[in-house]
Structures are given as C-alpha cells and as structure tokens.
Nanobody
Framework: VQLQASGGGLVQPGGSLRLSCVAS????????MGWFRRAPGKERDIVAA????????YYADTVKGRFTISRDNAKNTVSLQMNSLKPEDTAVYYC?????????????????WGQGTLVTVSS
C-alpha cells in the first residue's frame, strides 16, 4: 500500500498550492482520509480530514477558510487546496488513510501514511 503525496514547493505569502495524494495497492474509497503536517521543531498536527463519501470534513482552526480538502474515489486520490498561505504553514505535509470511514483528527486512526511533501511559504 502506497500513498504518494505531491504538489509541495516554495510559495510566497498569500499564494496558493494544491497538494495531491494518490493511493495504490488498495482502494481507499471506503476509508476516511486526512492531511497532517509537521512544522520544523514541532509535532505532527492534523490539517484536514474527509470521510469516505466526501460529505463530511474537518479542519484545524488554523486553516479554516483557507484550505479545502476533497477526494475523488474513482481516481483513489485526495487533494488539499491551500490558499492565502502564511509562513507558519511551512511544514512537511503528509496524507494518511483512516482505518474507518469517518473523518477524524486523531492520528491514531490512520495506519496508512505517505512520505510527505514539503511546503515552504517565504518571500
């Protein structure tokens, strides 16, 4: 099972990036998915999560109104649209697959993890 995240890079404050995560080896169409991030010197935190149907989402307070999580079960992908990026959004972003169908902010519910993609917000 692999979760391949992509789309990271260097962006100026106020800019946008779109992260994508493609799953292979198994389908995640019945599983919740999430995006987490680990900033330098900090613990890994939830960013956003989505349930299996895509009609229930969770966002960390720090990204509400700026980030949007979505999924395409036909393509086995989950995406994170990030707008109005701030320097404090700089982190390695990880996609993860939930063992259950719901959206969850609890990292213990996610046994499947991608390798991470680096997002740097700087002028």
């Amino acid at each position: 099972v692999q979760l391949q995240a992509s789309g990271g890079g260097l962006v100026q404050p106020g800019g946008s990036l779109r992260l994508s995560c493609v799953a292979s080896g198994r389908t995640f169409s019945n599983n919740g998915m999430g995006w987490f991030r680990r900033a330098p010197g900090k613990e890994r935190d939830i960013v956003a999560a989505i349930n299996w149907r895509g009609d229930s989402t969770y966002y960390a307070d720090t990204v509400k109104g700026r980030f949007t999580i979505s999924r395409d079960n036909a393509k086995n992908t989950v995406s994170l649209q990030m707008n109005s990026l701030k320097p404090e959004d700089t982190a390695v972003y990880y996609c993860a697959g939930n063992r259950f169908s719901a959206s969850s902010d609890d990292s213990r519910m996610y046994p499947y993890w991608g390798q991470g993609t680096l997002v740097t917000v700087s002028s």
